[in-house]
Every structure is written in C-alpha cells, then in structure tokens.
C-alpha cells in the first residue's frame, strides 16, 4: 500500500470544471496557436526538469520498470508528443483549410471545445489524462482539456498536473484550461461526457466501462472517441516458420511479455497452420514463456481481470501449455501463460476465444488449412492492429494476399513481419480501427496531425468579410 | 394522384441488397479508382441524354418548377457533382496519404463498405439516394450504394435508378455496386442501419425519423452521417437595415420563398433590433409574402406538417402578420407566412419557437437591445446556416463581433451579408453544423472531397512490404 490520499470527485466538482472551460471558451478561440504551441513545449520542459521524480512515483505506483520504460521510453514520448502537438498547433494544416476564392467561401476545422479525457491504466506517462497523447492533441487544437485522472496512478497523475498547471502561468494561458479531476462515479462521468457545454471525449480503458459512456455521449449529440479492448492478431505463415521460426518465436514472446503484456497492441491470438513448424514454434515459445522473468502487474485489479479471462478461454476450449495462474507475492503477478486451441473449436466459440487478456497472455489457433485459417480471420471483431508474417522466397505470398485481404478490413493498422506492440509517433501511425476495438474507424488516438481532428468542428465561412475571417483563412 | 405503382420493400429485400453489397466488397477495394471515375461520368452523361423525360417526372412528382429549377438548376447540378466526384476519385487526395518512408509506415482513407443513402423528398435530383451528392461521394469512395428511395418521388427515382444501372454496365462495374429499396418499414430502416455488413449510412429528412436510425447506427458502432433540421438564422443589425433594408427585405422574401421554402437551409428565424427600421422592414417582407404568388408544396405531408408548425409556433405566442393557414387546390399549398415574436417571448419559450416550419414560413424575432440579441442566439441548436447582415460604414461592427462570436458555434455555415439558401457545389462548401442539425459536427454533406471523407476509413500499413501497398501509399 502506497502512501497518499487522493480525492474522489463528485458531480458539483464536474459541474464546476464544465461551467469553468465553457466561460473560457470566448477568449481560446481568440487565442492564437502560437500561444497554445507555446504552452505545450514549455510543459515538456517542465517535466524533463521533473523526471527523476516523475519517474521514481510512476515506478511505485504502476511497478513498471524504470529503465527500459519509464526514465528512457515513455516519458521522452511524452515530451516528443507535447512538442510535435506544439509543431501541428503552429502549422495548422490539421484544420484542412480550404479556400475557394473565386466563391470566397472558405472553409476548416476550428476547437469543438472542451475535451474531456479518460486516461488508461498502462501508460502512466503517454497516455495519461493530464499529459498524454489525447490530451496534446486536445490541446494543440484550442481546447481545454478537464482530465479525469486514472485511479491506478493517481500521485503521477498530481505531479503531471501541477506542471501542466504551472506551465499555464509561465505561458498567459488561463488556469481553467487544464482541469484534473480525480476519481468519479460511473453515472457523474455519464454525466460529463453528455453535458451541453462539453465538445467531445477521449477514453482509453475497457470496454464495459467505454460503451457505456459512448451510449450517453451518441443520445446527447456529443462526439465521443474510444479506444477498447484489442486481440491484435497475428498470423505466421507456412514459408515464414520454416525460414526464421526461431526467431520469429523469439520476437511474439518479447512482444507479448513486454511490460507483462498490457498493451493495446499486445498480440493475443497467433495464428498458425497445422504442421511440424508450428509445433516446434509452439515449443520454442512456451520455453521463452517459462523462463521469461515475470514482472509485477500494474494493480489487483488487473490480475483478478487476467484470471477471469483466462479462465472465460478455458471454458470455451482453450488449453493452457504454460502458466494460467496468479503467483504470490511481491507484486500482482500472474505466470507467463501461453494457451491453445484448434481453429475449429475457435470457429464454434468465437466470441469467448476473443475474450481480451490483458496482461502476458497469449493464445495460439492452430488451422488445419488455409481455408480454416481465412474462417478464423472472418469471425474476427474489429481490432487495433493485425500482422502477417510471411517467408522472403515468396512461397507465402497467395496465401498472404488471401488472408490480409480479410484482415485488412479487421484492422487499424496491418503489419508485415513484425510485431505491433510498438505504436510508433508518426504522423502516418493510425491507432484506432473498426468498432468495437475503438468507437468510430474514421479516427486514430496517435499521429499528429490527424489525432487533433478528433477535436475540431468543420466550419465555413460564406462570404465573410476579410478582416472578419480566421487567420488560416485569410488569402496570402 | 400521379399515375403508376411502385414497390414496397421488405426486409427480405434490403437482406438481399445487404448481402449482394458485401459480397461485393473484395472485388470492388481491388477496383482502381479509374472505374469508379468513369462510371460517375458515364452516369452524368447518361442522366443529360434523358434530361427532358426526368424533368417532365420530377416535375410531375414535386410541383416544383422547370425553369428556373430542375431543368437549368438543380439536373446541371447534380451531373457536375457526379462529374466532380470523378475528378475526386481520380485525385486521390480525399484520402489524406501520410507517407512516412523512414518508418515505413502509411496511412489513407479507404472504402467504409456498402452505404445505406436515405434521400429527402425536397430534392429529387441532386440529394436523390440514387444520383445525388451522397451518392456520388459513396461511390467515389469505392463503396457499393443501398439506395433508400423518398417515396414522394418513385418515378424520378426509378428513372435515375436505370441510368445509374446502365451505367454500371457501360463501364463494367459489378450490378450490385447500386442498389435501390422503395418505402421500407421504419424497422426495417433500423435493421438496415445497424447491419454488421454495412459500412455507413447518409441521411437526409427528418429530425424524429433520422434520430430513431442514428440510436440504432450508434448502438451497432456503425457511422450515420445525418442532415436534420435547421432553421437557419439571419440577423440584421441596425446600420445594415437603416443603410439598405428595402433591398434586404427583397433578399430575405426571395430567399424564404424560393421554392415555397422547402430548403433545408431556408431562412426560418430573423433576429432584428427594436426601432422603426425594424418595423419598417417587417412590413416591407410582409407586402412581398402577401403579394409573392404561392408554388405548391412537395407533398400533403409537407402541408400538414406546416400546418402543425404554425400551430405551435402560434401557440408559443408568435403573432402571424400574414398568411398562416393552408389554401385550397390546385396542389397542396400554403399561404406565405410571416410571424413576429420579441425575444423576451422567444426567450421564455425557446425550444417551441425553435420548432422548423419547412416550407414558405418565417419567424421574425425583434430584440429590446444587443444583449437580448446575444441571448436570443445563446439559446439556439444547432444548425446548418447562421447568416448577419452588417452596413458597409462600419457602425455594426461591434455589434457584429459579438453576436459573431455566439453564432459561430451555433452553425456550419457563418455569411455576411448573404441568404443562406444557395448551397454552392464548392471544395469549401460545409452542408453541416452542430447537433441536432447534424449528427457530427466533424462532417459536411456538399463540398467534394471532404463529403467523401464519410464514408472512409483510416487505414495504416506497417512496415508492409512496398508491393502489397495500396497504389496511393507507394514510393513516388
């Protein structure tokens, strides 16, 4: 048990931070993005100069490793993304202008207004509500933001703002542009995401708890954007196992136990077709999986969630090579766990053998052919990411062209030959995907410019007077 | 009563349309855009050669006039959007290419999936499900359409719809790339809507049965792009009236009138400044509405429902200055309607008095002073056009920066100085606005190639090999 008390927020808290962003609004719409660019670079100053601190509670507080991770990958991220957030802001080609001049009507996304942000559990840093991705986006297209914070890290969370605070004063933007609250009852955050003077939303978390908020915000009018559960599946093609199955196991076995394995994009389903390489590839990895340390969880709650899970796949079928259950103290730590099932049994439980394990936790679908393979890629929910693995002779590429092209339409982002738990910063990354694995497949939550769409209502201007006209909209 | 018979569908039918579409879709994402340009010329080119016979049918089916309207307006209309969609489709930039070739990572837009288009009765060619502007933007995207004919004009629409065919077939495009259902019973629409083999669905026409499909869409994660009600304000500040408000009153009557008012974008709410210009242009429009001859309306659905509208306007406590009831044949028509209300009445009543009277019916709001204007425009929904009139010397200009400012969030569309009906076909054009007028104010309706956009989805490609690569993400 971690030291600290930390605040429950109630709906007059909400209340207040909703009327707060809302009276705001006027004078950010007048603010120009030089000022919000501003803002975000001063803020990733501001947490580099706090990263030791940062990092030392982020560490007790979700068990992630300080290095590799905290210190040397997500929290550099973080500060990357703040500062490519500030570039966007400044360039505005997020907000598409379009001139048509000869009609002079013109047209571009403009802030949609406040942003409410629901951080995950898994990324302290990147992700978090008061400083992650959503929330670099949300503000970079001229919103405030009121961050709900997560309650796995809620001392991270504090620090994080008192710099996102702070680097309002030294930048002149108003303090009711970043709001932290802490945690909220289910119907308050209902209530939140489907009030009037809100814009739009950002969650990353599970999917119970997602739907039911998209379910209020679709009533209420209010754009609301998801990022859920996730399988990401891979398939390892015949020619590929035979050429490097070796390494390829030694890759899906440090992708899927990284960080325990909770990520978005952490692989869950391999696919194989039947034969002597894959048994041996399902050897090497359930060796890689014994042996493999095994790292704390970042709460109880999320291994009592891994065992259900595990559970709910045995039910439907699965068998457990390795692992399967809880292991004591220190830490919530649950065994490296590798399980299996055969396509047609997969085929005649899809739901359940779909069941989202988060945490190192990976089934393997064994197809007798490639008929049964394509089935399985069929029955497939919409998911972030998908990968297939193919040899470099070309004696998979029929069988690649008949699978990707199902999978293409499964996935966010399709991947060849390596494994997707990396969510690259690139303004070309697509983290998002079709419905359920997020709640619309036009979005993506990573890549600037593009995430900051999310936050952004398309207006025209119709024979508007020069003078009178955005800045972006004005002829050169 | 028009000769002929037309079907009514069932839920078999859109079972077949739905499953002819998706068994489609593998053969049309390997379509190269080039066809579906072609096709869309071919369509436009096919429509010109039968323009006499449409012409007479839509004329037959609406009321609404030859010249000007269907023969010179709104047919060149709908083949130069059909035209442009093919230059769209050809240009491949509606799918946004993000090319990281460090990373080797990618990114576009690409075909959603079949697109359910449910078409308004008020404009038989140009937003026709089966020849208008969603139409074309579905198509141009690469997906498949399952037209929804508007039952108030079947043969107009089975006229398009033989065109639409033969051109499928003049350019080699699969049959089942166009569908089209007649009348559907409004739970077969929900089915429809929220079928997992959908992509998207376009809707124009009515808030109560547009909002009904979108719970529906939404609950199934599945995008609905609507276009609702709006009654489009228009406010005209003193110097404006005292400096030209005769010839603004002979805008603002034509603009009503135009076409009975049966715009989605018709002008249904004036906010004027108390004082005797004020008065003096009241009375101007209500000369031109009693003295303006009365063009029948679309339909006795559409007059009993200007009727209705009138009523609870009145009973709001808007005083009628002219017309207010229905007038005898020939046709369903309805007198030219002027109402007057002050805003501390519009204030005390806002929701009633927000009620949409589509078709030749106008509400005049005069407010005290420039803060009761603010609030009057505070209370607003959403809606496609909000539209302020302003006098050249510059005297309105304060007054103007202030109500700007509230309206600007209120619309889509923000003129100066302009009537809103005139939806102009242009690049910068945004059909679109907050909720309720639409279903997401991140989208617009016209305007190619962003109306594309709708129905896309983001797609990445990770380190997939250059050959595998859609032909829009490969090295130049």
Chains 1, 2 share one sequence.
């Not at 947490?47 to 068990?63: K, N, Q, T």
């Not at 590429?397 to 991947?415: P, S």
């Amino acid at each position: 048990m971690l030291p600290g008390e930390f605040p429950v927020s109630h709906w007059d808290d909400a209340e207040a931070a909703l009327a707060a962003a809302d009276a705001l609004m006027p004078a950010l719409r007048a603010t120009p993005p030089e000022q919000f660019a501003k803002y975000l670079t001063r803020f990733a100053e501001r947490l580099e100069a706090r990263a030791a601190e940062l990092v030392e509670m982020a560490h007790l507080e979700s068990g992630l490793a300080k290095a590799p991770r905290l210190a040397d990958v997500e929290l550099p991220r973080t500060t990357g993304q703040l500062r490519q957030a500030a570039v966007c802001a400044l360039s505005g080609a997020w907000a598409l202008p379009t001139i048509d001049a000869k009609l002079n009507i013109r047209s571009c996304y403009m802030s949609i207004g406040p942003v409410a942000v629901f951080g995950p559990n898994n990324f302290p840093f990147a992700f978090n509500s008061v400083a992650g991705g959503d929330f670099a986006a949300a503000i970079a297209a001229g919103n405030p933001v009121i961050a709900k914070a997560n309650s796995s890290h809620p001392g991270t969370t504090r620090l994080l703002a008192e710099e996102a605070f702070a680097a309002l004063g030294d930048t002149g933007l108003p303090p009711a542009t970043v709001q932290l609250l802490y945690r909220l009852h289910h119907s308050d955050g209902v209530r939140l995401v489907s009030d009037h003077r809100l814009g739009a939303t950002a969650y990353t978390g599970s999917r119970g708890a997602g739907l039911q908020l998209k379910t209020a915000a679709d009533l209420a009018g209010k754009p609301i954007y998801l990022e859920l559960s996730s399988i990401n599946p891979v398939a390892i093609l015949p020619g590929a196992l035979a050429e490097r199955g070796a390494k390829i196991a030694e890759e899906f076995s440090g992708s899927c136990l990284l960080g325990s394995g909770q990520f978005c994009t952490n692989p869950g389903l391999v696919l194989l077709l039947a034969g002597s390489a894959a048994e041996t590839f399902i050897t090497q990895v359930k060796e890689r999986f014994e042996k493999a340390p095994v790292a704390p969880l970042l709460s109880a709650a999320v291994g009592r969630s891994l065992t259900a899970s595990v559970e709910t796949l045995r039910q439907a079928g699965a068998q457990v090579l390795c692992g399967g259950q809880a292991l004591p103290a220190p830490g919530y730590r649950f065994a490296n766990t590798l399980l299996r099932t055969d396509a047609a049994a997969f085929l005649a439980a899809p739901e359940k053998l779909q069941t989202e394990a988060f945490g190192n936790v990976s089934l393997v679908v064994v197809a007798r052919d490639a008929v049964e393979a394509r089935r399985v890629l069929e029955t497939l929910e919409g998911n972030l990411t998908g990968c297939i693995y193919t040899d470099t002779a070309g004696s998979d590429d029929k069988l690649y062209d008949d699978l990707a092209a199902v999978m293409r339409v499964k996935v966010g982002r399709l991947l060849n030959d390596k494994m997707p738990t990396g969510v690259a910063v690139s303004p070309a990354m697509v983290h998002g995907g079709p419905y359920p694995a997020t709640g619309h497949s036009g979005f993506t939550a990573v890549g600037l410019p593009a995430a900051m769409r999310r936050f952004g209502a398309l207006v025209c201007y119709d024979n508007v007077r020069p003078a009178r006209l955005p800045a972006l909209l004005r002829d050169k």
